[in-house]
């Protein structure tokens, strides 16, 4: 047997991952699919299968599953295949205004999910969008970005892993907006307030240095939250914009602070907002909008 070839032979006669040459002065290199998903071109999942079909060259060579490339490849030494890019584009992210009683998720038996309400018959007559509905549409419609069974407002639901990865990836900041009806915890607990819990007027008798904690200072988890927009609406309202999305996040925070929230509501997600949408109703998200 010649040496040189068998120096070369992997282990187990296992297939070697293909790398591209690396450039100097790169860090190193990383998996192509990896490298898509970094550029925005696919999610990982995505860029794998494309990779598997062929549909994916790097400097007008088809990739192999497993292709390894210098981590700072540039997006135009990637080509793909229009087959692709018609995969893609038939995608679709969808807008639900969340009802309280759903849950995000199948989490527990018992509940709910909040995709059953994505139905021909509870598209929003106002949307505008040229899709029409498919069931195909709903497999593979993951959640970007939960809301939990108490909680109302915009919930997204997309087909397109770029679209989640900017929504909830670990590297994402997307900032995300609140209505939250609260009152002091010992008042939300008591029954017989003269005028009603509507008559509260929360905002004149909180400290204002326990705003500036809701704001930046606050820990969950043992962790520090990022800084964050808080500030009254009315005299039972607050409006929360976070750049995170721990669980429960709104709520534990308003109870270090010695504050129950009696309805929460997610009005935006980067420039996307709830709008008119009627509660168990849900539109396409259109060409023109972007998160």
């Known amino acids: ?13 296992t297939r070697p991952e293909r790398a591209l040459p690396a450039q100097a002065g790169t860090a190193g290199t990383i998996r ?8 925005g071109l696919a999610s990982r999942r995505e860029a794998d299968e494309w990779i598997g079909k062929g549909w994916v060259l790097v400097d007008g060579v088809a990739a192999e599953l497993g292709t390894k490339v210098p981590a700072t490849l540039p997006a135009a030494r990637i080509t793909v295949r229009h087959a692709a890019r018609r995969e893609q584009s038939a ?9 309280v009683g759903y849950v995000s998720t199948q989490a527990e ?15 929003w007559s106002e949307c505008r969008a040229p899709h029409r509905f498919a069931p195909s549409q709903l497999r593979h419609l993951a959640v970007a970005g939960r809301l939990d069974i108490d909680s109302t407002g915009l919930l997204v639901l997309t087909q397109d892993g770029r679209i989640a990865r900017q929504l909830i990836g ?4 997307m900032d995300k907006e609140y209505l939250v009806r609260v009152l002091p915890a010992e008042a939300a607990g008591r029954s017989g307030i003269r005028g009603g819990p509507a008559a509260v007027d929360v905002q004149s008798t909180f400290p204002p240095e326990q705003l500036a904690l809701l704001r930046h200072g606050l820990s969950l988890d043992g962790r520090l939250l990022r800084p964050a927009q808080v500030e ?8 929360f914009v976070l750049h995170e999305g721990r669980k429960r996040q709104i709520r534990r925070m308003c109870e270090l602070v010695g504050l ?10 980067g420039n996307v907002r709830l709008g008119a949408l009627p509660p168990g109703r849900w539109r396409y998200l259109r060409d023109d909008e972007r998160f």
Request: hydrophobic content about 35%; aromatic content about 2%; cysteine-free.
């Open 32 to 39: 192509l699919s990896k490298r898509m998903a970094d550029l």
């Open 170 to 173: 670990e590297d994402g900041d």
């Open 91 to 99: 995608q679709v992210t969808i807008l639900l205004h969340k009802p």
């Open 260 to 269: 129950r929230v009696v309805g929460l509501k997610r009005v935006r997600v």
């Open 109 to 123: 038996p018992g509940y709910t999910p909040a995709i059953t309400l994505v139905t021909a018959a509870n598209r």
């Open 1 to 13: 047997m010649n040496p040189r070839r068998a120096a070369t032979k992997p282990p187990g006669g």
């Open 232 to 239: 009254w609406v009315n005299p039972q309202q607050l409006r």
